[in-house]
């Protein structure tokens, strides 16, 4: 890709580039940010009005029974299912992915301390996003049972990492920041060799590139709905787990949701059978609906077509930075080799914050991550080749301007 022109022949050659016409884009907008929030498909309005109009107006407390409410985690969890290797019955969406990694990481310590109750340490990377640590943080200081967090700085440090002394290994397989992937079946081996639980974070993963959660043999995983599959903002998580760990698995929030019967009104707690009992309580009907809404586009294609144009997508943009912007002092910090990169790529610039605010106000929409690191999401369902030619002239001139300097730029908002 040397000119516009051939980004737009790119374009015209693209098997998915119909499927933008399903997302209520913003004219005059590039959008890069996909991986953080997700675009809205444009059946989502009227899913919303549907919910609203029909279901809660006209149907009130019937909807529940009438219109499929109480089963809908259960449902949308099966249609996404197929999306990162699970099958039926395994995965239900709900809550936050705080709160799931709450629930699943106390079942998998649990479960690692009944087969060897010397497992006291879970294993996580230092880069790992924040909540996920800070869940570990609190869950160890709850139990009070001398559990500790063992902290790599490097993902190459991982296998070392993980020894006879690890209950659960907690990794995110794509890092949010840098867009490192890791070879999730090579190191789902690792951890059960070493006796050990694979808990995995989906979050930059689920639509954006290729899982295979039985495929890989492994034990848990959580993943997010907001961003590559464009569930609307705060729409909820989702936990799966194994079918074989299914019903030895005991999670702390054992609200009536996960009840075996929760309208037997029973005083003690029994949890259900299969996947359900990893609800807790009440669902955001509204919301959890429109996550339907994203999840349809995907019956449309597959992981691998997406794949396909993701790597097509990323590699362009990394090759016009490289060429359209050299002699700027912009970093890339994404690995280069396919196997190790997500669907993201990051540069780091001394003065990443400035150049992401003049982007953005040039309808360049990428977004700021700590430290000096500019960060731009690629999402093949909507965004196209001509877009990575634009955005990366509009960063080619934004730095050779110096446009970022105007002082308003500078300025902090509280979402980065
Ligand atoms: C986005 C993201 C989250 C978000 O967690 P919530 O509790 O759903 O807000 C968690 N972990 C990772 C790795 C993420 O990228």
């Not at 909540?131 to 943080?137: C, G, K, S």
């Not at 590139?209 to 903002?233: E, I, M, R």
């Not at 914050?353 to 369902?381: K, N």
């Not at 990366?392 to 970022?404: G, I, K, M, Q």
């Amino acid at each position: 890709m040397k000119t516009r022109n051939d980004a737009i022949a790119l374009d015209g050659d693209d098997p998915l580039a119909r499927l933008r016409d399903r997302f209520a884009l913003t004219p005059d907008v590039i959008y890069l940010d996909g991986n953080s929030l997700g675009v809205p498909p444009i059946a989502a309005a009227a899913r919303a009005q549907e919910v609203i109009a029909h279901e809660w107006t006209e149907g009130l407390i019937r909807s529940w029974n009438a219109a499929g409410w109480f089963a809908l985690p259960r449902r949308l969890g099966d249609k996404l299912a197929p999306l990162v290797g699970a099958a039926p019955d395994e995965l239900v969406v709900t809550d936050t992915i705080s709160v799931n990694l709450f629930k699943l990481l106390s079942a998998a310590l649990k479960m690692a301390s009944e087969r060897d109750s010397g497992r006291r340490v879970i294993v996580s990377e230092r880069a790992n996003f924040p909540t996920d640590l800070y869940i570990a943080q609190g869950l160890i200081e709850q139990l009070d049972r001398g559990y500790t967090l063992r902290l790599v700085d490097d993902p190459a440090e991982l296998p070392d990492a993980i020894d006879e002394d690890t209950a659960v290994a907690m990794i995110t397989h794509v890092n949010y920041r840098t867009g490192h992937m890791h070879d999730m079946a090579a190191l789902t081996q690792v951890i059960q060799r070493a006796g050990a639980l694979a808990l995995w974070d989906l979050a930059h993963s689920a639509g954006a590139v290729p899982v295979d959660l039985n495929g890989v043999h492994a034990d848990f995983a959580v993943g997010c709905t907001y961003k590559y599959l464009n569930g609307g903002p705060g729409s909820p998580a989702f936990a799966w787990v194994a079918k074989r760990h299914q019903d030895a698995l005991a999670q702390p929030l054992s609200g009536w949701w996960g009840h075996r019967a929760p309208f037997e009104m029973d005083p003690v707690y029994a949890p259900g059978q299969g996947i359900g009992r990893f609800l807790c309580g009440t669902q955001p009907i509204v919301s959890m609906s429109l996550v339907e809404a994203g999840l349809d586009v995907f019956l449309a294609t597959d992981m691998q077509a997406i794949r396909r144009k993701s790597l097509a997508l990323t590699d362009a943009f990394i090759e016009l930075v490289h060429t359209r912007c050299a002699g700027q002092p912009l970093t890339l910090v994404t690995p280069r080799a396919h196997a190790q990169r997500g669907s993201h790529v990051s540069f780091e610039h001394p003065h990443g914050y400035e150049v992401m605010q003049a982007l953005i106000a040039r309808g360049v929409i990428g977004d700021y991550r700590e430290p000096r690191v500019l960060r731009f999401g690629f999402t093949p369902l909507y965004t196209r080749f001509v877009d990575v030619w634009d955005a990366v002239e509009t960063l080619r001139d934004v730095l050779e301007t110096n446009a970022w300097r105007a002082p308003e730029f500078a300025a902090r908002h509280s979402v980065t």
